[in-house]
């Protein structure tokens, strides 16, 4: 009898506990994988999404997803948002084959799931540069790489919800 193992089903990458998370993440470096870090808030995802996404996973072995919470949605992006609830974008990113974990964060910056989380790289889109990223002081002090990835930003959640209120609208 052959014993072919299972692949990894989605509820099995959502992680919300970060002490967990950070123990796993250990031993796979540990063992040499390259651990890559991104974050944002990934409501109704979009192209521009995938491409980053898909960059990201494509500089190391393991690819680590940490979206906003509501909470921290609606500071960031302003009442009404997200669109779409945390649980549903966690389930909806744990799907996509490339994406190994998620995760959530209520704070304003990554700086903290930096700290815990101790990727080798952290990936952020290419909208921003190593000047204008606000973890950058962390990725120093925790040597970690930054690395830009996905197109140049020509789609957006932002643009989305507009066309949809215009449309509404006649």
Do not use: W
Request: glycine fraction near 6%; aromatic fraction near 4%; include cysteine.
């Amino acid at each position: 009898m052959v014993v072919v193992p299972r692949k990894q089903r989605s509820k099995d990458k959502v992680i919300t506990d970060r002490k967990s998370l950070a123990l796993i993440l250990s031993g796979l470096r540990v063992s040499g994988k390259c651990v890559v870090l991104t974050n944002g808030v990934f409501d109704l995802l979009h192209v521009g999404h995938t491409r980053y996404l898909e960059d990201a996973r494509s500089r190391g072995d393991i690819l680590v997803v940490a979206i906003n919470s509501d909470k921290s949605t609606e500071a960031l992006k302003g009442k009404g948002q997200p669109i779409v609830p945390e649980e549903e974008r966690l389930e909806v990113l744990s799907g996509l084959s490339f994406v190994d974990y998620v995760t959530t964060f209520e704070e304003a910056t990554a700086d903290g799931l930096l700290e815990q989380l101790q990727p080798s790289l952290y990936a952020k889109g290419r909208d921003y540069s190593l000047k204008t990223l606000p973890e950058k002081d962390t990725l120093k002090k925790l040597d970690i790489k930054a690395v830009f990835v996905g197109d140049k930003k020509s789609h957006s959640t932002t643009k989305l919800i507009q066309k949809i209120q215009k449309l509404k609208k006649k």
